[in-house]
């Protein structure tokens, strides 16, 4: 005796759901018009930055120790050990320094970038450091102080010493 079974094996609206879904497959996604517009802006916003960040070249700032080493009426003489694997900075390049006691940093102008002292142009490394130096000897100029009272302080000095991309600065170099 054969079991005979008059209802379908799917139900109605099951079949009617796949059928739906089958038809839904077929289409290919579309995105509006309006949002496919806006992330290409935004892809060209971020490629321009990118470029920007790339092109634009801004000052490398670096922090040396320094010595006064004399002075002037109203201005002062400062040693700054620049290390010797960056640039010299420039000549009238702007500088500042900051002595120990001083509240106020001192505005500097370099005037005589990688001088040297020995033959070859190196120092022995500067107290604090490892590696030799070259001279950027700066000119600061001194207001509500006595020059001579700064004869022989030390600190630090923010030297330019080349250019970078400005990427660089915000990301780092990679290294």
């Not at 038809?23 to 971020?46: N, S």
């Not at 201005?75 to 620049?82: F, L, T």
């Not at 600061?140 to 006595?146: L, P, W």
Request: aromatic share 4%.
């Amino acid at each position: 005796m054969a079991l005979v079974v008059n209802r379908p094996i799917y139900r109605e609206e099951a079949l009617r759901r796949y059928r739906v879904r089958e038809r839904q497959g077929d289409r290919p996604l579309v995105v509006h018009k309006m949002w496919f517009a806006a992330l290409w802006a935004l892809v060209a916003v971020l490629g321009a930055a990118a470029a920007t960040l790339t092109l634009i070249q801004v000052p490398h700032l670096v922090t040396v120790p320094a010595t006064v080493t004399g002075y002037r009426t109203g201005s002062v003489d400062v040693i700054a050990h620049v290390p010797w694997d960056r640039p010299a900075p420039r000549t009238g390049a702007q500088a500042t320094l900051r002595l120990v006691g001083p509240a106020r940093p001192l505005v500097c102008q370099v005037g005589r970038p990688g001088a040297s002292l020995a033959g070859d142009g190196r120092l022995k490394a500067a107290p604090g450091t490892v590696e030799p130096a070259r001279l950027a000897v700066l000119s600061c100029r001194v207001t509500g102080v006595e020059p001579r009272e700064l004869l022989r302080r030390s600190g630090e000095a923010v030297v330019p010493s080349g250019t970078v991309a400005a990427g660089t600065q915000l990301f780092g170099d990679g290294s």
